[in-house]
């Protein structure tokens, strides 16, 4: 069954217009206590702005004074002035991306909801009703933001599987081979979900999938292979390949949005825990393992591309006597205000920041020599210093000292760091609360050659 593309690009934006920015829903449900529920727990947990009517008059009414400022709608089907589901397909001639929610619900039901292009449907059957609709309402806001590369080597206009994204409201890109797959993957670096035909011109799709594993893991994107029954070795070789799902075409859409709606999910969540797993709990900057492993990748694309790379070690000065004199509370607010700071001044999608342990903080800056570098920790350093932390009514002053050493050719990750840690050992026994490197050292050389 092939879906309609309803217009994506235009429902993207048309439901931000009402509250600068906010999407809005149009909620049409004659139950009052279903209408609070839902319209409250739309706005505080999906961030939506509601509408809400009771009938299908006042749902014109809305539509008619508002014409376009939906992104979408919850209808239910039988209200007091719509017995026979009317509202339904007044809001769909309205253009309005719809979920149908109902009390009322059999096989021939299904099969007349379906034919007419909803995003979804919901049963009032169970406690897990309202649920499921927020559930529904939140993957529709969220797909607006996903990309997925469809790869059949069909027509866009003609593919089951991009219409029926297109229709989830996704961001599709579409591939007609292999070759064409690739570079798709390659342009569009946000892809987090493939979907494979097996019959691709040129070769067949499970070939695709083994070239996508070289390059991308399952925690990267994941992989939906998709054939007809006759070969049911197919899906075998699909999971064999790197496939994480697979589908037979002609698609049942029930079964098509439930199996897309896991793999984003699972991908959602391996990307959070991943999250968890790399970041400092006390500061929200990367921690010392997750340094150690993303450094050294970064390291090999700057020597790669022959741009220039410094490993930065910034050491806050009489951290002890925080932790001494004013307790652990005073030198965790330090430490938050330093992190904070860095984060701030700092490029985090470019640069790399990692709190080391203790009172030290570990940085790669990319695309600077050593003079960028170190004329660039000065200003930090200088930020730093006009930061406070307020312990009763006394303000409390913070400088830290800073190493740079500069990454010139390939040796193992740790020795850029023990670098960068020499110079922050020189920064220290020369009084704190500056910058040493190979170009500092140099210029202070130099002036007091000038001087003598």
């Known amino acids: 069954m092939l879906h309609s593309n309803l217009r994506t690009a235009q429902i993207r934006t048309r439901g931000d217009a009402l509250t600068g920015g906010r999407p809005s829903v ?9 209408t609070t529920l839902l319209a409250h727990r739309f706005e505080t947990e999906l961030g939506v702005s509601v509408v809400t009517c009771n009938t299908l008059r006042e749902m014109r009414q809305a ?4 014409r376009g400022r939906f992104m979408l709608g919850v209808v239910d089907l039988n209200l007091a002035d719509s017995p026979k589901g009317e509202v339904l397909d007044y809001s769909l001639a309205a253009d309005l991306p719809t979920i149908v929610f109902t009390g009322t619900f059999d096989f021939h039901m299904r099969e007349s909801i379906l034919r007419k292009n909803v995003l979804d449907y919901v049963i009032k059957d169970n406690r897990c009703a309202i649920d499921s609709l927020v559930n529904a309402v939140r993957r529709v806001l969220q797909n607006r933001n996903i990309r997925v590369l469809v790869a059949d080597g069909l027509m866009a206009e003609n593919s089951e599987a991009v219409q029926m994204l297109q229709a989830q409201q996704f961001l599709v890109v579409h ?10 993957l390659s342009r569009h670096r946000d892809i987090e979900l493939i979907l494979i035909d097996h019959a691709l011109p040129g070769a067949d799709g499970i070939e695709l999938a083994k070239l996508i594993r070289r390059d991308f893991s399952t925690e990267d994107l994941r992989i939906i292979g998709f054939s007809t029954r006759e070969n049911p070795l197919i899906c075998a070789a699909f999971l064999k390949a790197g496939a994480t799902d697979f589908l037979y075409r002609p698609f049942i859409q029930e079964e098509f949005q439930c199996r897309v709606a896991q793999s984003i999910d699972t991908l959602a969540q391996i990307k959070k825990l991943q999250a968890i797993a790399s970041r400092d709990f006390l500061t929200d900057t990367y921690n010392r393992r997750y340094f150690f492993e ?9 020597l790669a591309r022959q741009e220039p790379c410094c490993a930065v070690v910034l050491d806050i000065d009489h951290f002890k006597k925080f932790n001494d004199t004013y307790g652990h509370e005073t030198g965790d607010l330090v430490l938050k205000s330093v992190a904070r700071k860095l984060r701030q001044m700092i490029d985090g999608e470019v640069h790399l920041i990692a709190r080391l342990g203790g009172e030290e903080f570990a940085i790669l800056l990319r695309n600077m020599d ?4 170190t004329e660039y920790c000065n200003l930090l350093r200088e930020e730093i210093a ?3 932390v307020i312990f009763e009514d006394e303000e409390l002053s913070v400088r830290v000292s800073i190493g740079v050493a500069l990454v010139a050719v390939e040796e193992n990750f740790d020795n850029y760091l023990n670098a960068a840690d020499q110079y922050l050992y020189m920064a220290k026994n020369s009084g704190r609360n500056c910058v040493f490197s190979d170009y500092s050292i140099t210029r202070l050389f130099a002036e007091r050659q000038k001087a003598g």
Not at 26 to 34: H, I, K, T
Not at 294 to 302: A, D, I, T
């Open 26 to 34: 149009l909620l049409v449900e004659d139950s009052r206590a279903f």
């Open 63 to 66: 539509l008619a004074e508002g």
């Open 175 to 184: 591939a007609v081979s292999v070759q064409d797959a690739m570079e798709k």
């Open 294 to 302: 993303r450094g050294p990748v970064l390291v090999q694309h700057c």
């Open 370 to 373: 050593v003079r960028e570098a």
């Open 386 to 388: 006009r930061t406070t």
